[in-house]
């Protein structure tokens, strides 16, 4: 049995709101304390390896982590957030004043991502099992810690559970939130 923990990067200085997928904010003061106290309550745990995407939020997230373990962060395309297209930097909202009947579809069944988008929830999927695929098998002593964002964790979650995508993407992590998952 193995032990992951799965963290969604704590907050940026990007607006609230706004689709950030492909931009790089950095952490903001609020998100470096997130991390701060993050850290403190991952402190005791026997974590071995730090994973996260290679988007400043999510390194600065795991490098704060890191440092409690003295452990160098891993960092992976593979985890990065679903890349948001034309809606980069845009609020979501308006989508769906623009897109009505894309963001209505979306809401429906999150699969059917905006043609507008720069990729799939397919696409996204695929990535993240990819890295999970190269990560396999996990190493029965200690734990792993993977930080990323609020869909490459939804789709990764899925990925480990089989959980229906759908259900992972409904019970997205809060900012500087963690999920312990058991594989193996």
């Known amino acids: 049995m193995s032990r992951v923990w799965l963290i969604r990067h704590a907050a940026s200085t990007a607006p609230p709101g706004l689709a950030v997928g492909a931009t790089d904010p950095p952490l903001s003061d609020q998100g470096r304390e997130q991390a701060r106290r993050l850290a403190a309550t991952m402190a005791s745990r026997p974590l071995v390896r730090i994973l996260s995407s290679d988007r400043q939020r999510a390194l600065d997230t795991a490098r704060i982590l890191a440092e409690q373990h003295g452990l160098v962060v891993e960092p992976s395309v593979a985890l990065r957030e679903i890349d948001f297209g034309a809606w ?5 909202s308006d989508l769906w004043r623009e897109e009505p009947a894309a963001a209505k579809a979306w809401t429906d069944d999150i699969r059917l991502t905006p043609q507008s988008f720069g990729e799939s929830l397919d696409d996204l999927q695929r990535r993240v099992a990819g890295f999970w695929a190269l990560l396999l098998p996990l190493p029965d002593l200690g734990e792993i810690v993977v930080v990323a964002h609020g869909g490459s964790l939804a789709a990764l979650t899925a990925v480990i559970t089989g959980e229906p995508i759908p259900d ?3 019970a997205r992590l809060p ?3 963690a999920i312990e998952l058991t594989t193996g």
């Open 88 to 92: 980069e930097g845009r609020s979501l």
């Open 168 to 170: 992972t993407f409904a």
């Open 175 to 177: 900012l500087a939130g």
